[in-house]
């Protein structure tokens, strides 16, 4: 089973819908998420992080954490064609090999809004 | 304040060559981490350095090696190079404290041919 899994894309969502996108991940025990963005031929932006279970929302923007469920989500309201891009799911876990800042991603979605 | 940057922006090598990558953190940022990022696949993580110490390391060769200098800048060597080392490399910096957030450079582009 691979560490962290996206729901395979890609996603086509018209411009003002919400769109969805989904990780898991195995690392039971895994503390601290996040989710970037990455538009083509660039490098990761972060968009949210997230550490506890429940939603935190940042402007159009809300990730949502159950660690029960070992899943993590983020929503993305009124979807601009600007948000058109490939985002990617990054957990820490836990058996980082002493290092605090080991990000494991998973391949990332790829979100095309539709004007 | 700048942010991460790193250099060259793009490079051409062929197969056996050896490259090194420069990485400046941003400032106050004491720790720096690498990734490689094939396309198509999230970035992986290669190594983390923290006060010039070598704290994490991934599942590469040991063709990779990295170090941190006393300003925190960092350098990635990869010798010997393969026509599978192709990707764009990442370096990130974070602050202790700073709950684990990385911030990434606009990375290097290496093509082996």
């Known amino acids: 089973q691979k560490e962290v899994e996206q729901n395979s894309g890609p996603l086509s969502v018209p411009e003002g819908a919400i769109a969805s996108l989904n990780c898991t991940y195995s690392d039971r025990g895994s503390q601290s998420f996040f989710w970037y963005r990455q538009y083509s031929g660039k490098s990761p932006e972060l968009i949210m992080s997230?550490?506890?279970?429940g939603d935190k929302e940042d402007g159009r923007f809300t990730a949502q954490l159950n660690k029960a469920s070992q899943y993590v989500s983020l929503l993305i309201r009124d979807s601009q064609p600007s948000d058109s891009a490939t985002y990617l799911c990054a957990v820490i876990p836990p058996s980082s090999g002493g290092s605090n800042y080991k990000l494991t991603f998973g391949k990332g979605t790829l979100l095309t809004v539709n004007p | 304040d700048a942010g991460v940057t790193q250099s060259p922006t793009h490079l051409i090598k062929t197969r056996g060559q050896h490259v090194t990558l420069r990485c400046s953190p941003i400032?106050?940022?004491?720790?720096v981490s690498w990734y490689q990022q094939v396309l198509g696949q999230g970035p992986q993580f290669i190594f983390q350095?923290?006060?010039?110490?070598?704290?994490g390391r991934g599942n590469f060769p040991d063709r990779f090696s990295a170090r941190q200098f006393p300003n925190y800048s960092s350098e990635l060597n990869v010798n010997a190079l393969l026509l599978g080392d192709s990707a764009l490399y990442l370096c990130?910096?974070?602050?202790?404290?700073?709950?684990?957030?990385?911030?990434f450079g606009a990375g290097t582009r290496l093509s082996v041919l």
């Open positions: 997230i550490y506890s279970n």
């Open positions: 350095y923290y006060e010039k110490e070598e704290r």
């Open positions: 990130a910096s974070s602050s202790k404290g700073a709950k684990n957030i990385q911030y």
């Open positions: 400032s106050g940022h004491k720790s």
